[in-house]
């Protein structure tokens, strides 16, 4: 029997069916060389992060089957083989490969240098990083890391002659081999240590999401469906019965200064206990409240600062439901108050649209700013003439830069390059940890500096105003703790670095007066309470005195300590049960 009749063939032989070759030559690679070669690439190569971690989990157990251990690469292997087969077709192997190379060296240098573990939030977060932002990450090391492992392969690939199937049949048939042979041996696999993986599957999720490229790849099309193909949802009203109430005694309006702080973590904070001097300036304000407990609602950017401005909460936070709802901005501006957003991150993921906002601009600040990012002082620019052009009670939230990195020191000046030596470069894994916590400590310092140079400005205002400030950080950040760097981590995960976050309240004593607050009763709340992300929705709308069915007494930061015949008056039903937690749908209508 010839060969040109045998489907499944030998892939060492050429085919004299191969139409425009030379026949007595060399006619190029059989495809599935090139499937078996990018499956080994994958396994072996791009996943070796995930074959250490899961070896280094063995090595922490009394005992393991040896056999169960060698057989953990040929699961990565064959995995490959079955999900890289049907994509072999001629047309559609190259620019798939070459995308997948160009992604897996990505994903690669990320999960290696940084820790990142790649799943919808992450992809989320990707998709909505600026290019500033985006080029912080480039430097000399992750370039040459992205040339050996992605670019030189890709350019193999395409320069190299692949030999298919003569005939549709005997590809059909090859294919469905190739696919075959590895599924019974995965199966046999799965026969012999089922429950060893099992066991440690269930232990140590996170593993899944480390097995590249089926995480970055799951991650896309899930948030692809997410924001896109399933993006029908109707746009839905918050707190449309929101109006304020009760007179102040002393007739003061109210303005508050909300701050959103970007990548601050709790455990580099004096004021949170750290043994540093982080807080050396709000420290020596008299007032400055430090709460020791409170979490963030994720652990990025992109899901934090939408689900603390709305009504659901981190236990329902849905980011297709918040991109489809108004926010607390909507809500503070629907009752009369006269809000104003000043951004200096990435943006303010849709909970400023449709109120009054200001994107900070570095070419009209060149004495701040500086490769497309600015510092966060540029924020007090102007805002003596922007609270002036307001109104009644104010409202002007900061999106602060803050600690954002990689490039921790690019957010602080060099005055303020307090703690040294400091990193001063974008590879932070090729810092020593001295030099790392420095530069982020530098970060937290200057961002404490920031913050009482904004409660300086409204202790200024306190002849016209009773003034407040409220400062909460999105989300926290790894410095090399168990391996991991940045943040994003999924939050089932995610280390205590990067939930325990910081926040901090100061208030007039004609504040203070007004609402009647108990010092001391807050100050005890700061010290031994329990706070998240869910607070800031209902603690803003009573230091506004906003009444609206979206308002929850018992998450108002302030409303424990507040006077309990001004809490009855702004509409708190006192003997209620205070236990509900945030209601997703009170007070929502779908348009």
């Known amino acids: 029997m010839s060969r040109s009749n045998v489907p499944f063939g030998l892939p060492f032989r050429s085919s004299s069916q191969d139409k425009g070759k030379v026949s007595s030559g060399w006619a190029g690679i059989d495809y599935r060389l090139v499937i078996v070669a990018m499956a080994l690439y994958f396994a072996l190569g791009l996943n070796w992060k995930v074959l250490e971690h899961f070896y280094s989990i063995l090595g922490g157990l009394i005992d393991y089957d040896l056999g169960f251990a060698i057989s953990a690469p040929f699961v990565l292997l064959f995995g490959s083989l079955i999900l890289f087969t049907p994509f072999s077709f001629k047309y559609l192997l190259k620019p798939f490969f070459a995308l997948l190379l160009i992604t897996g060296a990505l994903s690669n240098y990320a999960m290696v240098k940084y820790g990142i573990v790649f799943d919808r939030s992450m992809i989320e977060n990707i998709v909505e990083t600026n290019t500033t932002e985006a080029f912080s990450y480039l430097n000399m090391q992750s370039v040459l890391w ?38 019974v041996l995965l199966g046999g696999i799965a026969g012999l240590y089922f429950k060893d993986y099992a066991s440690v599957g269930r232990n140590h999720k996170v593993l899944g999401k480390e097995v590249s490229p089926v995480n970055y790849f799951t991650g896309a099309i899930q948030y692809t469906k997410r924001r896109y193909i399933s993006s029908s949802m109707a746009f839905r009203t918050v707190g449309d019965d929101a109006h304020q109430v009760v007179n102040v005694a002393n007739g003061k309006p109210t303005l508050m200064f909300l701050v959103i702080g970007e990548t601050a973590r709790a455990q580099s904070v004096q004021a949170n206990g750290y043994g540093r001097p982080t807080s050396a300036f709000t420290g020596k304000i008299p007032g400055v409240l430090a709460f020791q407990n409170v979490r963030s609602c994720g652990t990025a950017t992109a899901v934090s600062v939408p689900c603390m401005f709305s009504t659901m909460g981190h236990d329902s936070y849905d980011g297709d439901v918040a991109r489809h709802s108004e926010s607390l901005m909507d809500v503070l501006a629907k009752a009369g108050v006269s809000v104003l957003w000043k951004e200096n991150d990435e943006g303010c993921k849709g909970v400023c649209d449709r109120t009054n906002h200001v994107d900070i601009n570095p070419d009209d600040f060149p004495d701040y700013c500086a490769n497309g990012s600015c ?74 500096f920031v913050i009482a140079k904004l409660i300086k400005q409204l202790a200024g205002y ?19 703790e168990s391996g991991m760097y940045l943040h994003g981590a999924p939050y089932v995960f995610a280390p205590d670095e990067q939930t325990h976050v910081p926040m901090f309240t100061w208030m007039s004593p004609g504040f203070a007066a007004s609402r009647n607050v108990q010092p001391d009763c807050l100050d005890a709340a700061a010290k031994a309470g329990s706070f998240s992300h869910d607070n800031l929705f209902s603690t803003v709308l009573g230091v506004m005195r906003v009444q609206s069915n ?20 702004l509409g708190a039903d006192l003997s209620t049960d205070m236990g509900a937690g945030p209601q997703a749908d009170a007070g929502v209508k779908v348009q």
């Open 146 to 183: 992205f040339v050996v492992s992605g670019f030189v392969p890709v350019a193999i690939l395409m320069l190299m002659p692949i030999r298919y199937p003569a005939t549709i049949v005997r590809g059909v048939v090859q294919r469905v081999a190739m696919m075959l042979i590895p599924f």
């Open 462 to 480: 306190q002849d016209r105003f009773n003034t407040v400030l409220l400062y909460v950080s999105d989300h926290g950040e790894s410095l090399g």
């Open 375 to 448: 510092l966060d002082e540029v924020m007090l620019e102007g805002l003596d003439q922007e609270v002036a052009r307001l109104s009644g009670d104010r409202l002007v939230a900061f999106h602060v830069m803050g600690s954002h990195g990689p490039t921790y020191f690019k957010r602080y000046p060099d005055e303020h390059r307090f703690f040294t030596p400091d990193c001063q470069r974008s590879d932070i894994e090729n810092c020593t940890q001295e030099e790392l916590i420095n530069t982020y400590d530098n970060t937290i310092r200057y961002t404490d």
């Open 550 to 569: 979206v308002y929850q007494p018992k998450l108002d930061i302030f409303g424990g300590c507040e006077d309990s015949v001004y809490r009855a008056d």
